[in-house]
């Protein structure tokens, strides 16, 4: 039935014996990879008391104050991100207070007009909010590059020039109205955050 002769067990155990087996346990049994050795290995030396106190990751200082921050990057990141989160949350909550609100009686049809006007608000208020805060950051950074300091003129000029881009096809009225709604919330925030620090 079989074609191969069957297999000799004792030639295959002459080539190897027991004591030519090598586990695990034989290589790593010897290796001590104790702290210091990490330590070592990493550069990092042995500090005070063999610990590490701080571990700077670049050379740009971070400002004090609630929202610590690393520069203009770092400030349009989360400045945008946040800003985005905020104002989808807000409009979910608006689309769904809106569709809770229509006059079908149908179960399917109130909740297909609940995910439609979520759907709808969320997302076009986030991406409103977001722009609004991208532009709003990198504008301050360019006044604040320009200016060399960082102030409350800087924040209430970006929050104008932001808001009047923003409505700029718009018309004359609506750039007004929105660079002074923007400067406003610029000032309020300014003011907030100076006197949480």
Request: overall charge neutral.
């Amino acid at each position: 039935m079989s074609s191969f002769p069957p297999a000799d067990q004792t030639s295959n155990t002459s080539f190897y014996s027991q004591s030519d087996t090598v586990n695990v346990s034989d290589i790593l049994g010897n290796v001590d990879f104790g702290s210091a050795q990490i330590r070592e290995l990493a550069g990092l030396g042995t500090g005070k008391l063999g610990e590490i106190e701080f571990v700077q990751v670049d050379d740009v200082p971070m400002t004090a104050g609630p929202i610590a921050s690393r520069g203009v990057l770092d400030d349009l990141c989360y400045g945008t991100g946040t800003t985005y989160l905020a104002g989808l949350s807000f409009g979910g909550l608006w689309g769904l207070v809106e569709g809770t609100r229509g006059p079908n009686s149908n179960f399917k049809l109130r909740i297909n007009t609940v995910l439609n006007s979520v759907t709808r608000r969320g997302p076009s208020i986030g991406n409103s909010c977001g722009i609004l805060a991208m532009g709003y950051n990198g504008i301050n950074g360019v006044i604040t590059t320009i200016r060399g300091r960082h102030d409350a003129v800087n924040n209430i000029a970006a929050g104008a020039l932001v808001g009047a881009i923003f409505k700029s096809t718009a018309g004359i009225r609506a750039m007004s109205v929105a660079s002074v709604v923007c400067a406003s919330a610029a000032a309020a925030w300014t003011y907030t955050f100076r006197h949480l620090q």
